[in-house]
Nanobody, 121 residues
Framework: QVQLVESGGGLVQAGGSLRLSCKAS????????MGWYRQVPGKQRELVAA???????YYADSVKGRFTISRDNAKNTVFLQMNSLKPEDTAVYYC???????????????WGQGTQVTVSS
């Protein structure tokens, strides 16, 4: 199994910054891609940003120019730098890793427990 542990959430005023971190541990053979999703009550979980092992990135339109995703492959860690935060960024943020536990295993999606980000106006 692969465990994902997130950190860095909290309360910040609009215009402020936060940096989320997520470390994968356990039986990690390889990680194809890592990403951050967010969810607010009553809405579907949405992809915020993702990064592949080759460092190709994806951003949701709502965060382009404000958020930056990066990863440390050697440490199986992904980061999300969030700048110019807005109240509408308030959500629970979940880390995701698409990984294999052994060479012959299929890719599987693993999830962190979520970290709350609250942006006050």
């Amino acid at each position: 199994q692969v465990q994902l542990v997130e950190s860095g959430g909290g309360l910040v005023q609009a215009g402020g910054s936060l940096r989320l971190s997520c470390k994968a541990s356990g039986r990690v053979f390889s990680i194809n891609a890592m990403g951050w999703y967010r969810q607010v009550p009553g809405k579907q979980r949405e992809l915020v940003a993702a990064i592949t092992i080759g460092s190709s990135t994806y951003y949701a339109d709502s965060v382009k120019g404000r958020f930056t995703i990066s990863r440390d492959n050697a440490k199986n860690t992904v980061f999300l730098q969030m700048n110019s935060l807005k109240p509408e960024d308030t959500a629970v943020y979940y880390c995701n890793a698409r990984a294999r536990t052994v060479a012959a295993a299929p890719l599987y999606d693993y999830w962190g427990q979520g970290t709350q980000v609250t942006v006050s106006s």
